[in-house]
């Protein structure tokens, strides 16, 4: 990842969690609102089942050993060491953030379950073989490089692991993007430090 990018990301989760905290939660990622996406729910509550339907839908019944790339504040790391008495890593860019979920995880009692630390998603510090399970909701669009994430991605995966991920995605193409399309993405890309998405296919 380019350090000119890596930082914005940095410094914007740094300077921007607080909020994101309090507007949306623990969980710093959309929320599952059934098939249809029309179930009138709290927002928490959807965000809890997004994990839930994502666990499902990648036929995951247990996990030993976690890593959460771009684990933001901690709220999917929490999650899983609850739901699978595991052992859980969450990597991020900003120290705000690391800093906020070890902060989360003393509070909930499972500091000896989770560990949290700053590292760049395209680079893990981490042998080949340590984890059971990657698990990656909506980080996978700040990547400048998405087969090298992918590449680091399975590497780390212990045989036989499994890589949930969920990323923010632009309609299929053709037809072309419009440049109306374009436009409004490139304000996304703005505001989010996103170098670019890819087309849902």
Request: proline share 5%; glycine share 8%.
């Amino acid at each position: 990842m380019t350090t000119t990018l890596q930082q914005r990301i940095a410094d914007f989760y740094d300077a921007s969690s607080e909020l994101w905290e309090q507007v949306w939660g623990e969980h710093m990622h959309h929320g599952y609102y059934g098939a249809d996406g029309k179930q009138q729910k709290d927002r928490r509550q959807a965000q809890i089942d997004l994990n839930e339907e994502f666990l499902q839908w990648g036929g995951v019944t247990e996990a030993h050993q976690i890593l959460d790339v771009g684990c933001g504040i901690g709220g999917s790391s929490l999650y899983l060491a609850e739901q699978f008495n595991a052992q859980v890593t969450g990597i991020t860019l900003s120290p705000v953030q690391a800093n906020r979920a070890i902060a989360r995880a003393q509070a909930a009692g499972l500091a000896d379950r989770t560990h949290f630390q700053v590292a760049d998603a395209l680079k893990m510090p981490f042998p080949d073989h340590s984890f059971d399970l990657v698990w990656s909701m909506e980080s996978g669009e700040h990547m400048p490089d998405k087969e090298q994430f992918l590449r680091e991605c399975v590497r780390v995966l212990k045989p036989g692991g499994k890589l949930l991920m969920a990323t923010w995605c632009h309609r299929p193409t053709p037809p072309a993007l419009t440049a109306d399309e374009q436009k409004h993405l490139a304000a996304i890309y703005e505001v989010y430090c996103l170098p670019y998405v890819i087309s849902l296919p």
